[in-house]
């Protein structure tokens, strides 16, 4: 089955150089563009979207806030927001972690680097490398954004295991790793983490990670 795209951008030449990238992949499926946020959130429940590849700057309706609107929608829940950023910006790239993005590219992305990035949107995991995370965590702490970011929630009631688990996430390892450095299977992390997600009301990993370094679970060494 593949997976159904929505692409999000106000400039028509964008969304049409995004697509021609995509079309020929067999996996994936550009089913909807949006010019704005407001068109996003509609064609998102309309169509039945997978992942939406969302540009923050857009008329009536920014990225930001259609992508929470998205992640807070109950009938939008499996739906994965992937934002478009020149990297410059890492306040709006927080906020939008924040928001509910399941991760962020620069909009001169490769075309292998875009295909990858959808997939691995698509199957649940977050687009965080290690290098990026530190580098938007590192501003984030150093250049704290007033009255945009939530407090982070306890984390009291994780288990010393599902603790381990969240740290090696924020360090930006995958699941297979994870699984390699705590000799457990790759089926054990998942369950870990989706207990860890339910506990602290994250929706992905990309929350995760913000949120262990927003409680001081983790420090930028």
């Not at 990238?21 to 704005?36: C, G, K, Q, S």
């Not at 977050?126 to 995370?133: R, V």
Request: charged share 25%; hydrophobic share 45%.
């Amino acid at each position: 089955m593949s997976v159904r795209l929505l692409l999000a951008d106000d400039q028509t030449l964008i969304r049409a150089g995004f697509r021609m990238f995509v079309d020929p992949e067999p996996d994936i499926e550009v089913v909807a563009e949006a010019a704005n946020g407001r068109e996003a959130v509609e064609l998102a429940r309309s169509e039945l979207i997978d992942v939406v590849l969302m540009d923050l700057r857009m008329p009536e309706m920014d990225g930001l806030e259609a992508t929470r609107q998205i992640s807070q929608a109950k009938d939008l829940n499996g739906v994965k927001v992937l934002v478009l950023t020149t990297f410059e910006d890492d306040d709006n790239v927080l906020r939008a972690l924040r928001a509910g993005a399941s991760g962020f590219l620069g909009k001169h992305v490769e075309p292998a680097e875009l295909l990858h990035a959808i997939r691995v949107v698509a199957a649940g995991e977050s687009l965080l490398s290690p290098a990026a995370t530190k580098g938007l965590i590192s501003h984030f702490l150093n250049q704290p954004v007033a009255g945009t970011l939530p407090p982070a929630p306890e984390l009291n009631g994780l288990t010393a295991r599902e603790r381990e688990v969240l740290v090696l996430v924020a360090q930006g390892l995958s699941n297979d790793e994870i699984a390699g450095r705590l000799y457990l299977s790759p089926l054990t992390v998942k369950s870990h983490l989706a207990r860890v997600m339910s506990k602290i009301g994250a929706r992905d990993r990309a929350q995760l990670v913000v949120i262990a370094y927003q409680s001081g679970l983790v420090t930028v060494s």
